[in-house]
């Protein structure tokens, strides 16, 4: 399979805890995207990586969570002291640059008791 | 601030009718426009881009209209299936080196 792989790809956490995410992007793509996603909503933009330059992060964005690209290959997002609010889909995608199709993963599911 | 708007309610269609969704957008001028696919517990799959001096496109039952004066897209199905029944998402770039914003989705089923 050489799709976008993602790991794990279900999480169960409580409460103040430390949890890190990881993406495997397709090969060749130079950029990497991570969203969240709740029920009923579409994906919410959180940063996103050409390369392992981290181009843009949302100001929605609280300082518990950050995200590498290490040598612009797979990438982590790690989330500090959860808490219940940040229970949702956590989604990554990759695209070539200036291609603008980007491929999602399947997600990895937090849930914050 | 940016919004992006899709039908609010759910969309219930006979099978073999056309479904159109819509997809309207405020304080915003994207270059691009594109239709992702998303089903159940996974991720988006990309359907169809438009560029903002596009009209118009195509893509074998899929059609996609841009209108940058009304703000508007409407994404048709044709010849509908049961198979087509998914959340469609709307997702808008200012350029192609631009973060991709997307909508709140529509759920559609496609009734036999």
């Known amino acids: 399979d050489t799709g976008v792989s993602q790991d794990p790809r279900h999480k169960i956490t409580k409460r103040g805890q430390n949890v890190t995410f990881r993406c495997d992007p397709i090969?060749?793509?130079?950029?990497l995207y991570w969203y969240r996603q709740t029920l009923g909503q579409g994906p919410e933009f959180l940063t996103y990586?050409?390369?392992?330059?981290?181009?843009?992060k949302s100001r929605l964005l609280s300082d518990r969570f950050s995200a590498e690209r290490p040598k612009g290959s797979f990438s982590t997002l790690e989330i500090q002291r959860t808490e219940q609010g940040d229970s949702a889909m956590y989604l990554c995608?990759?695209?070539?640059?200036?291609?603008?199709?980007?491929?999602f993963g399947p997600g990895t599911r937090l849930t914050v008791t | 601030s940016q919004k992006i708007e899709q039908n609010s309610e759910a969309l219930n269609i006979q099978e073999g009718k056309t479904a159109t969704l819509t997809c309207n957008y405020t304080?915003?001028?994207?270059?691009?426009l594109q239709w992702y696919r998303q089903d159940p517990g996974r991720g988006p799959v990309f359907l169809l881009l438009?560029?903002?001096?596009?009209k118009e496109k195509r893509k074998e039952r899929l059609k996609v209209t841009f209108d940058t004066t009304l703000k508007q897209s409407l994404f048709h199905i044709t010849a509908s299936q049961p198979a087509d029944s998914a959340t469609y998402l709307c997702a808008l770039m200012k350029t192609s080196y631009d973060k991709v914003i997307f909508g709140p989705g529509t759920s559609l089923s496609v009734i036999p």
């Open positions: 990586f050409q390369n392992e330059a981290q181009l843009e």
């Open positions: 438009i560029r903002e001096n596009e």
């Open positions: 304080n915003y001028s994207p270059a691009y």
């Open positions: 090969s060749e793509h130079n950029r």
């Open positions: 995608a990759s695209s070539r640059t200036a291609d603008y199709e980007q491929y």
